[in-house]
């Protein structure tokens, strides 16, 4: 066994005692980089068990304190930030710039908590009724868990635990295990700001460490960012175990591409959302539907699309990077393989793309699908690679009864240069978020992170301000206040008497 990564449990960055591990690979050359440890049970409660006492703490430091720390934490996230990117690369494959995007995301959320003051400010209500007043505060809740995917490893968890410790919680982290340098990288950095041990937890491992978790007596909200079928299970193990859940789930987005759309824009944009990143992105394109003679553009995407080709995360020709594991394109090949069985007309195959140099990645070429019906598994299914699928439709209401048909509403978007199509999709679509001329609209976190359907299980206040929302309880307070008058009257008797 090669060497095994930290985890943070109880007072500092240690070894676990695990006697299994997982190896965390380089995607384009498939060495080893690390191991990961799988936690022990009893160093999951040990963790649990930390941050409850740091909670009970740092509950009491005042929101400007806790806010003047996060700022120090940002100002060092964003001056190492092109070191995280380095190791974000090597573990996921992205190419530099992409991965320089997934760290600075995960900043503009820390930016975002820095906030945190003004945003945890209750209600007050003067003379509800004679002499009373009513107000509200707004209080952490204890230990919070994230659970995070691999595909934003910086990111994601910097969606979570920033904004849960900013309000006075504590927080304990479970990685992907696919890729947990970057992970490991965040809380190194986090604690070089001077925070108080044992606010952030760092366990590494999979589901039977989510499982442990979910069902903590001493935890009490889960966040869970990944796929559907996980997102399911942690919802409902997480709610059955009465604890506060959001799950950011799977998704199938939709761009729709009117005829009057301006062809440059709907190519590029295509282009982009759906291969870059290698197609590993909840808010990719996967998906586009071309409405009526707005088909002819379809040549022109393809065209666009065989210019585009993989390859190492130093490269700066390269569009993207390897898929992230040689079984996550063993997947993406048999979907491409099925499409083809299916009876799509696949105009641009991606499954032999090899790149030089890098004989052993995990390598898909951009891979484009016509005449897709809605009841072909690579419609139907979230392939999580560089493969559009396109799909014709008559009219724009056509468009948009197809994609309210779909289970998945996590992001959507329509080209078109009609003010009219443009409201009446963003009135009628069913999808949390959605984009006009825009492919892909994530938020900046002073919203939420939105997904409807099967794209999000749970509490809505996710990701960013709102999130305020579900890493705090509100606290009601109805005073009676003795009426100043009456009582200054009452002692004025008793004096004369
Ligand atoms: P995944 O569901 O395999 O893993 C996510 C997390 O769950 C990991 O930490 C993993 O260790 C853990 N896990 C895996 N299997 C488990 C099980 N059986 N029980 C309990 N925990 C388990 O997801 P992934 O492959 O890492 O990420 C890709 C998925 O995430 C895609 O479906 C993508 O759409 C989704 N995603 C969604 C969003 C969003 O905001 N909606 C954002 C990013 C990614």
Redesign the pocket.
């Known amino acids: 066994m090669g060497k095994v990564m930290d985890v943070y449990i109880n007072g500092g960055f240690r070894q676990s005692a695990a006697t299994e591990t997982i190896p965390v690979t380089n995607p384009a050359t498939q060495e080893v980089l690390v191991e990961a440890p799988y936690t022990t049970m009893e160093e999951i409660n040990e963790a649990v068990a930390a941050a409850r006492t740091a909670f009970l703490a740092w509950r009491r430091v005042p929101a400007p304190e806790r806010a003047r720390m996060l700022m120090k934490y940002q100002m060092l996230l964003k001056e190492k930030q092109d070191d995280i990117a380095r190791v974000l690369s090597q573990e996921t494959g992205k190419t530099f710039a992409d991965a320089q995007g997934d760290v600075w995301r995960g900043i503009e959320v820390v930016e975002q908590a820095c906030n945190v003051p003004a945003m945890m400010m209750g209600e007050t209500s003067e003379n509800v009724a004679r002499n009373i007043d009513t107000y509200s505060i707004i209080q952490p809740l204890g230990v919070c868990v994230g659970?995070?995917?691999?595909?934003?490893p910086a990111m994601?968890p910097l969606w979570m635990f920033p904004l849960a410790i900013a309000c006075g919680n504590t927080f304990v982290l479970?990685?992907?295990?696919?890729d947990p340098m970057t992970p490991n990288m965040l809380i190194e950095l986090f604690y070089q700001c001077g925070f108080p041990k044992d606010l952030v937890q760092l366990v590494h491992?999979?589901?039977e460490?989510?499982?442990a978790l979910?069902t903590h007596p001493d935890t009490r909200a889960i966040s869970?960012?990944?796929?559907?079928?996980?997102?399911q299970?942690?919802y409902r193990t997480g709610t059955q175990h009465l604890k506060r859940v959001q799950c950011?789930?799977?998704?199938k987005n939709h761009m729709v591409v009117m005829p009057d759309a301006n062809k440059d824009q709907v190519v590029n944009a295509l282009i982009g959302s759906s291969v870059g990143a290698a197609g590993?992105?909840?808010?990719a394109i996967s998906v586009a539907v071309f409405v009526g003679e707005a088909a002819a553009m379809i040549e022109d995407v393809r065209a666009a699309m065989a210019e585009v080709r993989p390859g190492a995360w130093d490269d700066s020709e390269a569009g993207y990077g390897p898929q992230?594991s040689p079984a996550?394109r063993e997947r993406i090949l048999g979907y491409i393989e099925k499409g083809k069985q299916e009876g799509a007309t696949c105009l641009l195959d991606g499954s032999d793309v090899s790149v030089e140099g890098y004989p052993d990645g995990n390598w898909v070429g951009p891979t484009l699908f016509s005449d897709v019906k809605t009841d072909m598994s690579i419609y139907t299914d979230?392939i999580?690679g560089p493969v559009l699928v396109a799909v014709k439709e008559d009219t724009l209401d056509d468009a948009i009864a197809t994609i309210n048909a779909n289970p998945y509403g996590?992001g959507t978007s329509i080209f078109t240069s009609s003010g009219g199509a443009a409201r009446k999709f963003q009135s009628e679509i069913e999808v949390g978020q959605v984009g006009i001329n825009v492919p892909i609209p994530v938020p900046l976190p002073f919203f939420s992170?939105t997904?409807w359907k099967n794209?999000?299980y749970g509490d809505q206040h996710?990701?960013g301000k709102q999130a305020i929302r579900f890493y705090t309880e509100t606290k009601t307070i109805t005073a009676r206040w003795f009426d100043a008058d009456a009582v200054a009257s009452a002692n004025m008797t008793i004096a004369l008497k």
């Open positions: 659970i995070t995917p691999f595909n934003f994601i479970k990685p992907s295990e696919q491992g999979g589901r460490q989510v499982d979910l869970f960012v990944g796929s559907v079928n996980v997102g299970h942690v950011m789930t799977g998704a590993q992105r909840c808010m992230i996550a979230e999580f996590n992170f997904g794209s999000f996710a990701y």
